[in-house]
């Protein structure tokens, strides 16, 4: 088989957890038409445990151990050159060698690249890249400075400045620039008008059978709760704000009404902002579970109350997936092809979503939206026809784009 470079930012294992998600069925659906040479980082050690998996799929694998306390210190020499902090959060010298070395002796043509972090590896080199953004990286630093207070707020307006400036670069230098939705690829087509024609839009997929409701599946929840799910990893910065908001501002209004509602937080890593949350009557924050499936087939509502997001929710679709009726913020709906109303239900202002997840559970006894919204999942997000669409960009006769300066 045709030699393939695969770069991702994080090890693409396991395949049902948060980003990995995406690189995960993008490699399987590599590994099965390419020899992939595969290079990534772990970032924690119980990530290791899984290069065998990797190893399995690929021609090659190489993993580099990231230090994310020792990365967020390399990343502040970002201050000194005048780049990106996100930059050298993820530069690596060996990563970068093996990179070089492998193009060369397996005379590899063709890269797709997972993250626009990891198109610094491919700058120089004679290969047809395609980049997958995913979503536009730039434009979260920007919301989060919108919502930050000083030094912060500065810090995180320069990071979207800065990194917007490279996403252009890395995205003029690609043959092909992919987005999760068509919101941020109209929105990076509005930010870099020089890429207009190299965009494209392969949406998120969802593994049906995985994500399936099983009658045996025994309810994690506590005898008598009546219980709204959020999930998600709970170190993130918009999913602790998320929780935080729902919480405080949005859960009172509910239970006022349902005094036996319970607030599942589900999740690793919960922040202490979210552990702190466990104080308050009727909020449960689980941190890790083997198993996230117990807890979305056996919720009376899923919740997304997002205020800040970038692409697609995958703990959206997931739900959906799982037939259960969730009520989402408006900014958590972007991406998503589900009918508002019909396959699940959208609020703005805390005062909507208390009345969306009342009607919701006042309406759970029936049909209600978690039938369609599975239905929906099974239409439009599918694994193999969207990850198909790979495969023309890598193989398209077009020549590689002409290098900018950088």
Known sequence: MEPLLYLVHRIPFPPNKGDKIRSYHLLRHLAERYAVHLGTFVDSVEDLAHVPQLEALCASVHVETLDPRAARLRSVSGFLTGEALTLPYYRNAALQSWVKRIVEQQRIRKALVFSG????????????????????????WSEYAQRRVWPSSFVYRREGQRLLAYERRAAANSAASVFVSRSEADLFEQLAPECRGRVHVIEMGVNTDYFAPHPERPSPFASGDLPIVFTGAMDYWPNVDAVNWFASEILPGVQAKRPNVCFYIVGMNPAP??????????????????????????AAVVVAPLRVARGVQSKVLEAMAMARPVVVSST???????????????????????HKVLAVLDAREGAGTGTAARARIRSDYSWERNLAMFDGLLNSPEPVASRVAS
């Not at 958590?332 to 005062?351: D, N, W």
């Open 273 to 298: 902002a979210v552990r702190a949350l466990s104080s308050r009557p009727g909020v449960v924050v689980t941190g890790a579970v083997p198993d996230v499936r117990p807890y979305l087939q056996h």
């Open 332 to 354: 958590a709906l972007s991406g998503i092809s589900g009918v508002p109303g019909r396959e699940l239900e959208v609020a703005g202002t805390a005062e909507e979503f208390v």
């Open 117 to 140: 972090a990891m198109a610094q590896y491919v700058r120089d080199l004679a290969l047809r890249v395609v980049l997958d953004f995913v979503d536009v990286d730039s434009a979260k």
